[in-house]
């Protein structure tokens, strides 16, 4: 049984920082993209970040480049979120997704084939 459990969020004030991290088993972690998906409210559902936990390949939305940094431990199949100058669009409820690993024009891609529950993040202004 595939399990994705995401921990990790909380409220900050803009400016601050979080840290989310995400524990996945029941499937090869190596043969996918494990990553973040968010969902704020009104809004649909969208990518965030994900990486290749085989590579260290990494995808990030424009919008947290340069704020977000993923990262892996392959040996605690654990894939982290650093989150750093948090600001209140960053506010939703934050999902760890996982699906069979998939390069398009040498760019990875992000899926959420299988999530967990979410993790919800605030950032007050």
């Known amino acids: 049984e595939v399990q994705l459990q995401a921990s990790g969020g909380g409220l900050v004030q803009a400016g601050g920082s979080l840290k989310l991290s995400c524990v996945a088993s029941g499937f090869t972690f190596l043969d996918f993209s494990i990553g973040w998906f968010r969902q704020a409210p009104g809004k649909e559902r969208e990518p965030v970040s994900c990486?290749?936990?085989?590579?260290?390949?990494?995808y990030y939305t424009d919008s947290v480049k340069d704020r977000f940094t993923i990262s892996t431990d392959n040996t605690k199949r654990t894939v982290y979120l650093q989150m750093n100058n948090l600001e209140p669009e960053d506010t939703a409820v934050y999902y760890c997704?996982?699906?069979?690993?998939?390069?398009?024009?040498?760019?990875?891609?992000?899926?959420?084939?299988?999530g967990g529950k979410g993790t919800l993040v605030t950032v007050s202004s």
């Open positions: 990486i290749s936990p085989s590579d260290r390949t990494t």
């Open positions: 997704a996982a699906r069979p690993l998939l390069f398009q024009f040498g760019k990875l891609v992000c899926g959420m084939d299988y």
